[in-house]
């Protein structure tokens, strides 16, 4: 998972008025779900994907990779009630989308450390959150 930057396309088809069906059409994760307008369903393929996309990283698989050229196939095939769209997203959010909920951990460190913090005004928390978003951002 050395890609922080993720995009992918989704299809999105139009099966009657006000229904429209969104799924990932390529192999390696299943993606599907419905919406009644356009631009609802350009949200739940996105919101859709990152849900697959923070489970496929909790379960710690790789990424799906989509490539240009199944892209370019892609829009050779789709219908005319078919609309291919892009979804860009990136870990950090979908990792701060899906995991904001605050965990307790218990941190000793040595009493130096603390006399500079206190000294410095620096929140251990703070510093400590700050310090893994750093490391997140670069996987």
């Given at each position: ?11 999105i088809s139009r ?106 005004n620096i929140s ?16």
């Open positions: 998972m050395d890609q922080q930057e993720l995009v992918f396309a989704m299809r099966l009657a008025k006000d229904d429209y069906l969104i799924d990932y059409p390529f192999t390696g994760m299943t993606i599907a779900a419905s919406a009644e307008t356009l631009t609802e369903a350009i949200g739940v393929a996105k919101s859709s994907l990152e849900f697959t996309l923070f489970d496929i990283y909790e379960a710690k698989e790789p990424f799906p990779e989509m490539g240009e050229e199944a892209l370019s196939e892609l829009e050779k095939t789709k219908e005319d009630h078919q609309y291919i769209t892009l979804i860009a997203t990136n870990l950090t959010a979908i990792l701060k989308r899906f995991s904001e909920e605050p965990v307790k951990r218990m941190v000793s460190i040595k009493k130096y450390q603390d006399f500079y913090l206190n000294n410095n251990i928390s703070k510093y400590v959150q700050e310090k893994i978003d750093q490391d997140i951002q670069k996987v």
